[in-house]
């Protein structure tokens, strides 16, 4: 389906591209924001991709950037739970919307500014980074512009959207069950989840610390490259940071896949898979056969308890990651609270959404007193047996290809109940739970966006890349 908000301008070229002509200097960044901004202000009302957006900030930035540096007046749109200093970042949520303004900058902003991008504007998102619509957010509905009328996907949907529609050349989101490769699919665009470890979660909002990591949304393979070669590497103020040189993602791109072994897991397979989704899959596969590379069929047996692990994982983490919003340090605070145990209660009540209450709730159950061995060390236990199903495979394959949705994007307001949102996650949840990089490549359909993923053993990301270039379309 066409892209309804595309126009010959400035807003079509990639990362790549712009940098190219910004070199040549056939353009400034000046020409580049004020031409995003005329796109954005056309098309924003219809998509809602921005919780917030300075165009003067965005201006001033352009007319003082450091073309010399790899992203030089490049700009970059932010999910809005990435910390920016004296930006709001409200998370999708009632409780940061009114005041909060972040105190300093997340690490991948802090690697932003060093490569002289432009941080243009805030995403919206599933509060709290709960959900796979981007229909949670407290604020509003972000509509997809690649397919009019239906999700674009969540919790990343924002800055999914604001991809496809050209508001940006590219967008940061974070992933904590699907949350970059699953709107990256249903909008059309290219969307890179990295290795657990490997980019800076300080300044993150946390969901779930074990599981969330942010990465690149991008019109193509190659900008998905350059932009994590900018953001990866190790931040001594993230405990959970590796300590891992960063590869060079950009040389080894056009390598081929000639003798490289995918693996395409059967339970991905499974009844309940759209004929569209597989069909498209099954070609992108088909796509890498043609220039050299094998196709096994391979087993992941664990995967059908995943969706059950993560969600008793995530909620519990997220659990204690949101105990910090009190009503007593930042947020929303309760007007008349009669004493401390009411404050907690009202401001909560009023600050939070349905869905991050359901997932507060849960969490509190299976870490509470006679619960903790039943639920959540056994939810773990069964994380360890899905993270040696891929330890196991990858001795057998170089690299796993799968839908990364069961189905194309819904419409706007039709799921009629939580459970068919956290099952559309089915394929991306397994890869958190065991911490590996996958990404989301845009294939090409006749009908709704549908994106192949493809998955690497953990911090093989330029092998992934070189896979995700070879599928693209040239």
Do not use: W
Not at 6 to 18: D, K, V
Not at 82 to 103: M, Q, W
Not at 370 to 398: H, M, P, S
């Amino acid at each position: 389906m066409p892209n309804i908000f595309f126009s010959m301008s400035l807003s079509q070229h990639s990362i790549t591209a712009l940098r190219d002509l910004l070199s040549r200097g056939a353009i400034t960044s000046t020409d580049i924001v004020d031409d995003l901004l005329a796109q954005t202000s056309a098309h924003e009302g219809e998509v809602g991709a921005f919780l917030s957006l300075d165009a003067d900030r965005i201006r001033a930035a352009a007319a003082k950037a450091d073309l010399s540096l790899p992203l030089g007046g490049i700009p970059i749109a932010i999910k809005d739970n990435i910390n920016a200093v004296d930006e709001p970042c409200t998370c999708g949520s009632k409780f940061l919307a009114e005041h909060y303004r972040s105190p300093y900058d997340a690490g991948v902003i802090k690697q932003l500014r060093a490569a002289g991008a432009i941080l243009f504007g805030r995403t919206n998102m599933d509060e709290f980074a709960m959900g796979s619509a981007t229909e949670n957010s407290a604020l509003q509905a972000t509509n997809n512009p690649a397919a009019p009328g239906h999700i674009p996907g969540g919790s990343s949907g924002g800055s999914a959207a604001a991809v496809a529609a050209r508001f940006v050349p590219a967008a940061l989101g974070s992933d904590t069950g699907g949350s970059i490769r699953q709107p990256a699919s249903h909008c059309g665009v290219v969307g890179l989840k990295p290795s657990y470890g490997l980019v800076s979660r300080y300044g993150l909002v946390a969901f779930a610390s074990s599981l969330d990591q942010i990465g690149p949304m991008t019109r193509t393979v190659e900008d998905a490259a350059l932009l994590l070669q900018t953001i990866a590497g190790h931040d001594p103020l993230d405990s959970t940071s590796l300590p891992v040189a960063v590869d060079d993602y950009l040389s080894g791109l056009k390598q081929g896949v000639k003798g490289l072994r995918i693996g395409i897991p059967k339970e991905y397979f499974a009844e309940g898979l759209d004929p569209a989704v597989k069909a498209a899959t099954m070609a992108g596969v088909a796509r890498l056969e043609e220039q050299g590379a094998t196709a096994v069929e391979i087993s992941l047996p664990h995967t059908e308890y995943a969706v059950a692990t993560y969600y008793i994982i995530a909620p519990a983490e997220a659990s204690s990651n949101l105990s910090r919003f009190d009503g007593v340090r930042y947020g929303h605070r309760a007007a008349h609270p009669a004493d401390i145990l009411s404050l907690y209660q009202q401001s909560r009540e009023e600050g939070f959404g349905a869905e991050v209450k359901r997932r507060i709730l849960l969490g509190t159950y299976v870490l509470s007193s006679g619960y903790y061995d039943a639920y959540y060390n056994k939810a773990q236990k069964v994380r360890t047996l899905i993270r040696r199903d891929f330890e196991q495979a990858f001795q057998l394959v170089d690299a796993i290809v799968s839908p990364v949705a069961p189905s194309p994007a819904r419409k706007m307001g039709e799921c009629s109940n939580p459970l068919e949102d956290y099952l559309a996650d089915v394929c991306t949840i397994p890869v958190n739970l065991a911490g590996l990089p996958a990404i989301s490549v845009p294939l090409p359909v006749s009908g709704l966006p549908i994106g192949l993923q493809i998955i690497t053993p953990h911090l093989q990301e330029a092998q992934l890349l070189r896979i995700a270039h070879a599928v693209e379309l040239q």
